[in-house]
């Protein structure tokens, strides 16, 4: 089984910090992402990484930044937090596949960290 | 732009009932559509994907249909138990620079009534 494992359940920062948020796969996956998900908003991408040092800004890159220097970890930073990042951060990965001629690409989520910034 | 709807936001049903979550999408060229499930406070666990040559998938009590001229689909589930109660979101990959991002729904939220 695919295991995507956050190192933080939950997490309490205070205005301006840095924080970390680690996410590790078990699947040797090329791809992965960075989500929020916010009541009424939905999943919106932070950003993805689809190979080792690459990484590509998704909807709301502001305010954060990643890191990718092995394939299995993924992290996500928060330079200076704010109160508007409180969220629930949602890690995935996928696989770069092709399956008969299509692709597959299924995702596979972590638990999810719920930080909240005071 | 990709843009996926779910409808309805909020679904609650009695137990043992059959029902049906729907899901569409703006661009009907994609490759696939995933459906998920997610637990209050949990991450997003995968149930079905299908493929865009594929008319439907299942496993279980789920059959998942995908119609891409229409831009729709639907996530059938059978028997309703008080263990599905849970939001079920649809997503679709789309190409973008340097590979492919998933758009999501906002998720329809099942409560299934005991």
């Known amino acids: 089984d695919v295991k995507v494992t956050q190192s933080s359940r939950y997490l309490v920062k205070r205005t301006g910090e840095k924080v970390f948020l680690e996410c590790v796969q078990d699947?040797?996956?090329?791809?992965m992402f960075w989500y929020r998900q916010d009541p009424g908003l939905g999943l919106r991408l932070i950003y993805f990484?689809?190979?080792?040092?690459?990484?590509e800004k998704g909807d709301i890159p502001e305010g954060y930044s990643v890191s990718r220097e092995k394939k299995e970890r993924f992290s996500l930073i928060l330079e200076s937090a704010s109160t508007n990042q409180t969220s629930m951060y949602l890690c995935?990965?996928?696989?770069?596949?092709?399956?008969?001629?299509?692709?597959?690409?299924?995702?596979?989520f972590g638990p999810g960290t719920r930080l909240t910034v005071l | 732009k990709q843009e996926v709807t779910q409808i309805p936001a909020a679904l609650s049903v009695p137990e043992g009932e059959n029902l049906v979550l729907n899901c569409s999408f703006t661009?009907?060229?994609?490759?696939?559509l995933q459906w998920f499930r997610q637990d209050p406070g949990k991450g997003l666990t995968s149930l079905l994907l299908?493929?865009?040559?594929?008319r439907e998938q299942t496993s279980g009590r789920l059959n998942a249909s995908l119609d891409k001229s229409s831009g729709r689909s639907t996530l059938y589930i059978a028997a309703s138990q008080p263990g599905d109660s849970a939001t079920y979101l649809c997503?679709?990959?789309?190409?973008?620079?340097?590979?492919?991002?998933?758009?999501f729904g906002a998720g329809t939220r099942l409560f299934v009534k005991a």
């Open positions: 995935a990965s996928s696989t770069r596949g092709i399956l008969a001629g299509l692709r597959t690409d299924t995702q596979y």
């Open positions: 699947m040797d996956h090329e791809n």
């Open positions: 990484s689809y190979d080792v040092k690459m990484k």
């Open positions: 661009d009907s060229a994609i490759y696939n």
């Open positions: 299908i493929q865009s040559s594929q």
């Open positions: 997503a679709v990959p789309y190409l973008n620079t340097g590979g492919f991002k998933t758009i």
